[in-house]
């Protein structure tokens, strides 16, 4: 398969890429984020992919044009991809997450599991995550979607939510 990215880089260089299709699909696209500069991100825990299910990710950086080829080659019945130029927020988001997760976990412990304690710490980290996107991009709506959702699914699932509950439990 060749993904037609004959596009205009800041180089002003075309970027086209021919991928061999029988390299693991996860593979494909990571070659193919790599080459064109695009991050990718969002709720999701790879297992669960892999099983078909139901998930969307966030592509950001990278041209327009380039996003939307990307996404386009990836998408399907079951992955549901968004797009932004926002790569600020992104990583400063996907970084504060497992920040958040550690917090999570050391939460659960300390409270034994509380739902109403989690509930209110989930609120706090929401605010604060709200009032950063603010600070950092023209866009705050930008935190929508999924990169809210791989902050919520991180905080459920994720190894730092793990770590933190080890820490949490002394």
Known sequence: LSLDLSLSTSLSRPLSLDLDLSLPPSLVVI???FCTGVHAGGPN???EIWRGEYANARLCGGSK???AALAEFVRNDNFVVWTSSDVITHEVMGGLKNVYAIGMGITTAATRNST???AVYFSNAAAEMVFITRLLSRRPDDLQGPLLADTYVTLLKG???WYGERLGSG
């Open 65 to 67: 044009a380039v996003r």
């Open 45 to 47: 825990i790879a297992a």
């Open 159 to 161: 190894r730092n939510a």
């Open 31 to 33: 070659v193919a984020f």
């Open 116 to 118: 109403t304690s989690k």
